[in-house]
């Protein structure tokens, strides 16, 4: 399965913010989208989320004809989750409402322990959940719902390091299934986590290789194309 | 000081002007001509400089002229005895009771939070020029109405120009006791949130001005003049206490920062009402679903909002049956006000459409719905299935018109109680009327309410109101509600219209809701 971009093209007033983005993302593979401030990394994720109209353009996923709301999952910096549910009762309900579509149906319990929510929490609600753990919920919800491209925009930020390092794993084995994209602006965390980087530079999206020739450094090479050097 | 002075009047006009295109940018149709470029438009700008200034102007003299006129003048005729008396009586203890309440000084506003707080202007400067400048406002606006009201009251001429003075110099004391209190105790008085005692003072200077003189009793004049004199006496001492105060940067960040009745940013506001709506929600181990999907969501929503959902209606009805029953007791025991109360009951119907606005908890609940439910669920791209959607919609839909049907249906049969206990109608088809049509009331304001919030769904991610044609709703809603307050028409007439009116739009609007709100219910971006 591939995501393929074609001409995708989005501007706020006379504001190029894409222009004519052409690109294509491949399932396995989790591609670290790096950009400066401003670029339009959450633009292009709320195109591809259909949030905003794009201006030009299409974008498809090769083995369907439409894409459907199942087949994408975003994943907020700011975790958004429904206050007034316990974390228990938030799983229930996306699982009431897409039990057709999931697959390989778990309990709420063992989904719990995907994420490592501890028992005495999942009972509780999710207004009292710290920002960590509203973080893992959504994550979870999109896990659970199993979409096929999974756009993450810095997740990892406000997660401490333990728990950091085990959705960086989770990601790491969902992989396989899925095509991931990860917006981020710490480098380092972009060369350790992903297959592939992309850069969003002045309204275009561009592959870097991360295959280095000796004495290249790759960091330099990221942050002089993101300059514009 | 001047330069400060002139740099914080052109902060203000600047920003002032940019809200005015902001709103006009927010309007459907007209977004789409208005240029984001028309921020640097320089005719826009001396355009909104101009409107700014009349409205300084209206700023200055309208409050003014209202005030003597309704709160002093047009009361005169009330009291017996010398109109220059009294007029001066209501004008010396309103003057002491304003002052408390209203110092401009100790007000938290938009205009200090910019200047001082982002902007990190001197706070001694801007607020030293800015007080003088109020003060002079106070003068200039007070003193063509002491005049002329004074005039037509029976002042002495002299007397009206030293009324304004007066004022100026009873705030000046005021602001400078509410610098002394912080120099001393390290507490700032916010004018808006005063101290209980404060409270006691105006309550019993407000006594004073209108209670004294029933009793026929008013202050000499002479013993009135005194105080003018000796105000403005110790006004020259306040004047050269707040001129040296040293501690402005440091109150005004108290009293801006820290005040937990004073939100400046929109983002600070919209903390406070995401803290209130979620204040809302009530975790009770007892309160669990056994439905599934939607039911299960929309009904564990109902039970962790009772407080302004079942709890709130069951106030109403509460209120509204012990209403209804202080009624009948007093219409048993006085049946000279039967015919008036029948009158009332037949032809004023159009009053109880702004009643139901009243009652209907729509508006709150639609904005608990999203501040605490649709904020976070609407991130779900899964959420926004037509499916989703409208299945929601479906419950919420139900919920909100079997609740506010309660109190419906008591004013409901109250209504025909009401009318048959004094002496009953002709027809009595204005019995079933007077029912139909306030649950079809409640009906309409419940439809009304939903459909709004899912064809406009006027918030964004950071539960920021992007939508002024929602706010124009809103307001129009209130408008014409209000409105139907002077409207007399026959029970039977208006009862039937507005009953074929409320069924029709709700059918209406349900149907384009269903047809377009998979479209719009989707946060803005």
């Known amino acids: 399965m591939q995501l393929v971009i074609e001409h995708l093209k989005k501007n706020f007033e006379k504001k190029e913010v894409l222009k004519d983005i052409s690109f294509t993302f491949e399932q396995g593979k989790i591609y670290g989208l790096l950009g400066r401030n401003g670029a339009?990394?959450?633009?292009?994720?709320?195109?591809?989320?259909?949030?905003?109209?794009?201006?030009?353009?299409?974008?498809?996923?090769?083995?369907?004809?439409?894409?459907?709301?199942?087949?994408?999952?975003?994943?907020?910096?700011?975790?958004?989750?429904?206050?007034?549910?316990?974390?228990?009762?938030?799983?229930?309900?996306?699982?009431?409402?897409?039990?057709?579509?999931?697959?390989?149906?778990?309990?709420i319990d063992e989904y719990f322990e995907l994420v490592q929510i501890n028992e005495e929490d999942r009972d509780r609600l999710l207004k009292d959940y710290s920002h960590g753990m509203k973080n893992k919920m959504q994550m979870l919800v999109n896990i659970i719902m199993n979409p096929q491209v999974l756009l993450l925009d810095e997740p990892l930020?406000?997660?401490?390091v333990v728990v950091a390092e085990e959705m960086k794993n989770l990601l790491r084995d969902i992989k396989k299934d899925h095509i991931i994209i990860f917006s981020t602006h710490i480098m380092e965390l972009a060369l350790d986590l992903c297959d592939e980087i992309v850069l969003l530079n002045k309204g275009v999206l561009e592959y870097v290789d991360k295959r280095q020739k000796k004495g290249e450094p790759l960091k330099e090479k990221i942050i002089e194309a993101l300059k514009g050097e | 000081m001047i330069k400060s002075f002139v740099i914080s009047f052109r902060l203000k006009n600047a920003y002032r002007i940019n809200s005015i295109i902001y709103s006009l940018k927010q309007l459907p149709f007209i977004k789409k001509i208005l240029p984001n470029r028309l921020y640097q438009n320089k005719g826009i700008k001396i355009f909104g400089n101009i409107i700014n200034i009349l409205l300084e102007i209206l700023n200055i003299f309208l409050g003014k002229f209202l005030y003597i006129w309704l709160m002093i003048f047009s009361l005169l005729g009330i009291y017996e005895g010398n109109s220059p008396d009294i007029f001066l009586h209501l004008f010396f203890f309103l003057t002491l009771a304003g002052a408390i309440l209203n110092t401009y000084m100790f007000n938290p506003t938009k205009d200090k939070y910019y200047a001082m707080i982002l902007m990190n202007m001197d706070a001694r400067e801007y607020t030293l020029s800015n007080y003088f400048y109020a003060m002079i406002k106070t003068i200039v606006g007070f003193l063509p109405f002491t005049v002329l009201f004074g005039y037509l009251a029976g002042v002495p001429i002299w007397l009206s120009f030293v009324l304004p003075i007066f004022v100026c110099a009873v705030k000046m004391i005021m602001a400078a006791y509410n610098l002394r209190v912080y120099s001393k105790e390290r507490k700032v008085i916010n004018e808006n949130n005063p101290p209980r005692s404060y409270w006691i003072f105006v309550g019993l200077f407000l006594l004073c001005a209108y209670g004294l003189p029933f009793l026929k009793i008013t202050l000499p004049s002479v013993v009135v003049v005194i105080f003018f004199f000796l105000a403005i006496l110790v006004g020259l001492l306040a004047f050269k206490s707040i001129w040296k105060f040293s501690y402005y940067r440091k109150v005004y960040k108290e009293l801006l920062l820290n005040s937990p009745v004073y939100m400046t940013s929109e983002n600070l506001k919209n903390q406070v009402v995401r803290e209130n709506t979620l204040k809302q929600i009530e975790y009770d181990e007892r309160f669990t679903s056994t439905k599934s999907g939607f039911a299960f969501f929309h009904d564990l929503f109902v039970k962790r909002h009772r407080k302004i959902l079942t709890l709130a209606i069951k106030k109403q009805s509460i209120v509204l049956i012990f209403l209804f029953l202080f009624f009948v007791v007093v219409l048993l025991l006085n049946k000279g006000i039967h015919q008036q109360v029948n009158t009332i009951l037949l032809t004023y119907l159009p009053y109880f459409v702004f009643i139901m606005y009243l009652l209907n908890r729509g508006q709150t609940v639609t904005q608990a719905m999203f501040m605490n439910c649709d904020h976070s669920m609407l991130t779900y791209r899964i959420y926004r299935t037509p499916k989703v959607i409208l299945g929601i919609f479906k419950e919420r839909l139900k919920t909100l018109i079997t609740?506010?049907?309660?109190?419906?249906?008591?004013?409901?049969?109250?209504?025909?109680?009401?009318?048959?206990?004094?002496?009953?109608?002709?027809?009595?088809?204005?019995?079933?009327?007077?029912?139909?049509?306030?649950?079809?009331?409640?009906?309409?304001?419940?439809?009304?309410?939903?459909?709004?919030?899912?064809?406009?769904?006027?918030?964004?991610?950071?539960?920021?109101?992007?939508?002024?044609?929602?706010?124009?709703?809103?307001?129009?809603?209130?408008?014409?509600?209000?409105?139907?307050?002077?409207?007399q028409l026959p029970t039977m007439t208006f009862g039937l219209a507005i009953s074929v009116f409320c069924i029709l739009y709700s059918v209406i609007s349900l149907f384009i809701a269903y047809r377009f709100a998979p479209k719009t219910f989707k946060l803005r971006v």
């Open chain 2, 403 to 487: 609740l506010n049907l309660i109190p419906a249906s008591i004013l409901g049969i109250a209504l025909p109680v009401l009318l048959y206990i004094t002496g009953g109608t002709d027809n009595p088809l204005n019995y079933l009327v007077l029912f139909i049509s306030i649950l079809a009331m409640s009906i309409f304001f419940s439809v009304h309410y939903l459909v709004m919030y899912y064809l406009l769904q006027p918030y964004n991610a950071m539960t920021e109101m992007k939508s002024s044609t929602y706010s124009i709703v809103q307001g129009l809603t209130y408008f014409v509600c209000y409105f139907m307050i002077d409207l």
């Open chain 1, 157 to 160: 930020t406000s997660f401490d």
């Open chain 1, 40 to 107: 339009g990394k959450t633009t292009f994720f709320n195109c591809l989320n259909e949030d905003l109209e794009v201006d030009g353009g299409r974008f498809y996923l090769t083995d369907k004809e439409k894409i459907e709301d199942c087949d994408i999952g975003y994943v907020l910096s700011t975790p958004n989750v429904p206050e007034f549910l316990t974390g228990r009762e938030f799983l229930k309900f996306f699982i009431d409402i897409n039990q057709n579509r999931i697959k390989d149906l778990k309990s």
